[in-house]
């Protein structure tokens, strides 16, 4: 039974699962170019329709999932959400009476479901999928935060585990505490939109002149160039207070946004970005404490905008008694059409476990696919019997290269799929990659990819937590490493890494390969994109971007592609 989860929110998308599996998933912001696109993922279905070759009639179910007052609002009237959608990415002006128009905003995320909201948007939706050819489907629509807990706790592998979702808002919740246990999920506690930490993240982001829903990484990167605060004079740890697993925020939405206008006009942004990060880090980490301590539980599944926070996932994982961290990969808004999915499958075939090796779910390319685009392009390129060898050749002598292999990767991480390539130890290399390549702020740390059988070699990690292969975890690089890995660590000496091993498939063979070159299994992995831009989808999108980067090398399927105006 094919069941089709679709999410017309921030990150828009579509997945087809069947029994326990995800066959494909795709975000619209892909196929439109936009990133993080917010609509109906009209593109993405039929994408996800045709990877597995299948008509609308085939699929027996859909599902989806935010039925709260604002998301049918936007649903009714689409260009509302058009509106905000250019305003938060700056690509107009924000217009009269914008300062209303935010407090309205989340004056009216914070209202929850009702049943006539509910009515309303399950009738726009199916008006949707009417218009794709979608007829007498079974429709079913799921809370926002079980859609992120599902998907948390089915993928993780645990039989029992506790499960937390932390986010900006999505039906009229911020957060949800639950537990997984003989196959069913459990809630144990909800988290009002009005004690939001994705909200106060949100606003420090905007607060720095960065475009929230989309920058917090920068803060985040920009918070480790600080000279540290201690904890007693941070006047931000005091707008939340926890109590066991009760989140009380000391300002509602607004007045938060005021108060921290103030306390910016007496710090450095880089200092302000620090005491931000750090209320993430003491109050997220504690409310998980409290939590594993009253669920009895010793695993852990987290997922939501929030997560997205490596080194919140590292402090958790480093708490004592936790046995697994398990982050979804996908774990912001753009992983909602899958957990919608999910639930659906749960409720009709009571699935509750999925094979989960990888998150490679998009679709790929044809050799044809590919040379039919190179050939109309004045670039020099050659089929390869060794791409992975010939690629690592390229990468120990210095250079950045372009790598686009198989079916993409779902979610917003690249994991050697559609990646960007290099040495992870030279300054000028990551200088490169961010100034000019990327065309992205200098301060913004890249990820290493390590092969499996080396990471313990490098990392410090605790040895009772599995590996995150996806870039979700933060991770102590050992110090006498850290030299050799100066462009893939942070200042305070943690890395976001994959961990490659034989399923990764052409990608391993290429990290075995410089293994041989450099002495360590090792590279830095940056996705293929340039700022502000969406992971490459196609090979047009690919040479597109090699172009407009101005990069020498692209390894594309088992073609090395040489744009010679660069040699």
């Not at 935060?145 to 948390?152: E, I, K, R």
């Not at 039989?159 to 997984?180: N, R």
């Not at 046995?323 to 009571?350: I, K």
């Not at 502000?532 to 999108?541: A, H, I, K, T």
Request: glycine share 8%; hydrophobic share 40%.
């Amino acid at each position: 039974m094919y069941i089709l989860g679709i999410w017309d929110g921030h990150d828009a998308g579509a997945a087809i699962i069947e029994d326990n599996r995800v066959l494909v998933a795709i975000n619209e912001e892909r196929l439109s170019r936009r990133k993080l696109e917010a609509g109906f993922p009209v593109l993405s279905i039929k994408a996800c329709l045709s990877a597995l070759n299948l008509e609308p009639r085939d699929i027996k179910c859909v599902s989806s999932c935010t039925t709260d007052f604002s998301k049918t609002l936007t649903r009714a009237f689409p260009v509302l959400k058009e509106q905000y959608y250019l305003i938060r990415r700056r690509k107009t002006e924000q217009g009269a009476f914008q300062g209303l128009k935010k407090r309205a905003k989340y004056i009216l995320t914070e209202i929850g479901p009702s049943a006539l909201s509910r009515r309303i948007s399950h009738h726009l939706l199916i008006k949707e999928l009417k218009s794709l050819g979608f007829k007498n489907v079974n429709f079913h629509q799921y809370g926002h935060h079980d859609c992120h807990a599902a998907a948390a706790a089915f993928c993780s592998g645990n039989d029992k585990s506790l499960v937390v979702t932390l986010d900006g808002i999505g039906d009229g919740l911020s957060g949800s505490i639950s537990v997984f246990d003989n196959n069913r999920l459990s809630s144990i506690k909800t988290i009002s939109g009005r004690n939001s930490f994705g909200i106060f993240f949100e606003h420090v982001t905007n607060l720095l002149n960065m475009r929230e829903l989309e920058d917090e990484g920068k803060v985040m990167a920009l918070a480790d160039y600080a000279y540290p605060i201690d904890d007693t004079k941070n006047p931000m740890l005091e707008f939340f207070q926890i109590e066991g697993l009760n989140v009380s925020a000391k300002y509602g939405s607004i007045q938060m946004y005021d108060k921290l206008k103030k306390i910016l006009w007496h710090y450095p942004s880089e200092q302000f970005a620090y005491m931000a990060e750090r209320v993430l880090e003491v109050h997220v980490v504690q409310l998980v404490r409290n939590a594993l301590t009253i669920s009895s539980c010793d695993k852990i599944a987290v997922a939501g905008g929030l997560f997205s926070n490596i080194v919140v996932n590292m402090l958790i994982s480093e708490l004592s008694g936790v046995s697994d961290c398990f982050v979804y990969p996908h774990m912001g808004d753009g992983g909602l059409a899958a957990g919608a999915a999910m639930c659906a499958n749960y409720e009709l075939n009571r699935v509750s476990k999925y094979e989960f090796n990888d998150v490679f779910w998009g679709t790929g390319f044809k050799d044809s696919d590919i040379t039919d685009v190179l050939k109309t392009k004045n670039l020099k390129f050659e089929k390869k019997t060794d791409i992975a060898k010939e690629t690592a050749k390229l990468i120990s002598e210095g250079n950045i290269v372009f790598w686009f292999q198989g079916a993409m990767e779902y979610g917003p991480r690249a994991l050697g799929r559609r990646s960007i390539l290099a040495l992870p130890n030279s300054e000028e290399i990551k200088n490169r990659l961010n100034l000019r390549l990327k065309m992205r702020v200098w301060y913004q740390p890249f990820c290493p990819s390590i092969l499996k059988e080396d990471f313990d070699t490098i990392i410090d990690r605790n040895s009772n937590i599995s590996y995150n292969k996806f870039m979700a975890m933060g991770y102590r690089v050992k110090p006498e490493f850290i030299p050799e890995m100066r462009g893939i660590v942070s200042l305070r000496g943690v890395c976001r890494p994959q961990v490659v091993d034989e399923r990764d498939g052409v990608f391993y063979n290429l990290l075995c390969e410089l293994k041989k070159l450099t002495g360590r299994g090792v590279v830095l992995n940056t996705s293929f994109n340039i700022h502000g831009q969406p992971l490459v989808f196609s090979p047009e999108d690919a040479v597109k971007t090699l172009i407009e980067a101005k990069n020498r090398y692209m390894a594309i399927g088992d073609y090395l592609v040489e744009n010679e105006k660069y040699a």
